[in-house]
T-cell receptor
Framework: GAGVSQTPSNKVTEKGKYVELRCDPISGHTALYWYRQSLGQGPEFLIYFQGTGAADDSGLPNDRFFAVRPEGSVSTLKIQRTERGDSAVYLC?????????????FGPGTRLTVL | AQKVTQAQTEISVVEKEDVTLDCVYETRDTTYYLFWYKQPPSGELVFLIRRNSFDEQNEISGRYSWNFQKSTSSFNFTITASQVVDSAVYFCALSEGRIKAAGNKLTFGGGTRVLVKP
């Protein structure tokens, strides 16, 4: 079956612009996670959705970052007034449920470059 | 707070050599889960193994094996008879085991890049 998909695969923007990154999880997975991976580092947690609600947004770095999942499937990560430090690969993952033993399936990521 | 440390940033071996990747973790939970993921040059993280804190049995899957030792908070990964296709970045990760409404985010280590030369 289809895995987690993310669009676009690459996004180049200018400092100060607004961007949206999309994640389409595996069908039937209720849990959805966003992570950010900077060059040479491990992924860092941003936000977790269970269904439509953001159950844990403790990893969002500041109020320029926001994410939604209005119908409990596709999620969009939104970044306002982008800064050069936002450049990274943004990874989305989904799991059947939000339990700790559930394997998370990752998408290919969106590489964001802020000039 | 939970933390995962992978002290080796890069390991280079010649094909057919064995390579062991170290992972040390910190958590205050008594129940937790440990994972290893592989990130090949294509970039997509691939799940390799999951281990819960109550199961210290070592596991072998083909050329891969894992050594979990709670006494030293380590969960090391060995590739036996390495192949060029094993070249990738490998990440160790931890999730807390308490059932929480807030889900179970993974805490990753910094990763170890493995380069297998022919």
């Amino acid at each position: 079956g289809a895995g987690v998909s993310q669009t676009p695969s690459n996004k180049v923007t200018e400092k100060g612009k607004y961007v949206e990154l999309r994640c389409d999880p595996i069908s039937g997975h209720t849990a959805l996670y966003w992570y950010r991976q900077s060059l040479g580092q491990g992924p860092e947690f941003l936000i977790y959705f269970q269904g439509t609600g953001a159950a844990d947004d403790s990893g969002l770095p500041n109020d320029r970052f926001f994410a939604v999942r209005p119908e409990g499937s596709v999620s969009t990560l939104k970044i306002q007034r982008t800064e050069r430090g936002d450049s990274a690969v943004y990874l989305c993952a989904s799991s059947l449920q939000g339990q700790s033993y559930n394997e998370q399936f990752f998408g290919p990521g969106t590489r964001l470059t802020v000039l | 707070a939970q933390k995962v440390t992978q002290a080796q940033t890069e390991i280079s071996v010649v094909e057919k050599e064995d390579v062991t990747l170290d992972c040390v973790y910190e958590t205050r939970d008594t129940t937790y889960y440990l994972f290893w993921y592989k990130q090949p040059p294509s970039g997509e993280l691939v799940f390799l193994i999951r281990r819960n804190s109550f199961d210290e049995q070592n596991e072998i899957s083909g050329r891969y094996s894992w050594n979990f030792q709670k006494s030293t908070s380590s969960f090391n990964f060995t590739i036996t008879a390495s192949q060029v296709v094993d070249s990738a970045v490998y990440f160790c990760a931890l999730s807390e085991g308490r059932i929480k409404a807030a889900g179970n985010k993974l805490t990753f280590g910094g990763g170890t890049r493995v380069l297998v030369k022919p």
